[in-house]
């Protein structure tokens, strides 16, 4: 299973990944809603955790650009 983290607070996002990447999961991590947007252009994913308050596209936007 392939899931992005996009998170903006730089402890919470790399917590988030070393722990997926203990429970086996590949995981790639994203600091805004821009980034997110160009990494699922590129690649597909099967869940993206969302931080709603992104510095740079809330998060509401970028989940409907996402669907």
Same mark, same amino acid.
């Given at each position: 299973?392939?899931?992005l983290v996009?998170e903006?607070?730089?402890p919470l996002?790399?917590g988030? =990944?070393?722990? +997926?990447? #203990?429970?086996?999961y ?6 805004? &809603?821009?980034q997110? =947007?160009?990494? +699922?252009? #590129?690649?597909l994913?099967?869940l993206?955790?969302?931080?709603l &308050?992104?510095?740079?596209i809330?998060g ?6 996402l669907r």
């Amino acid at each position: 299973m392939k899931l992005l983290v996009v998170e903006d607070d730089p402890p919470l996002r790399h917590g988030l =990944l070393r722990l +997926l990447n #203990q429970w086996g999961y590949a995981a790639e991590a994203s600091a805004t &809603g821009a980034q997110a =947007l160009q990494w +699922l252009e #590129q690649d597909l994913f099967d869940l993206v955790f969302l931080d709603l &308050g992104l510095p740079d596209i809330d998060g509401f936007v970028a989940c409907r650009q996402l669907r």
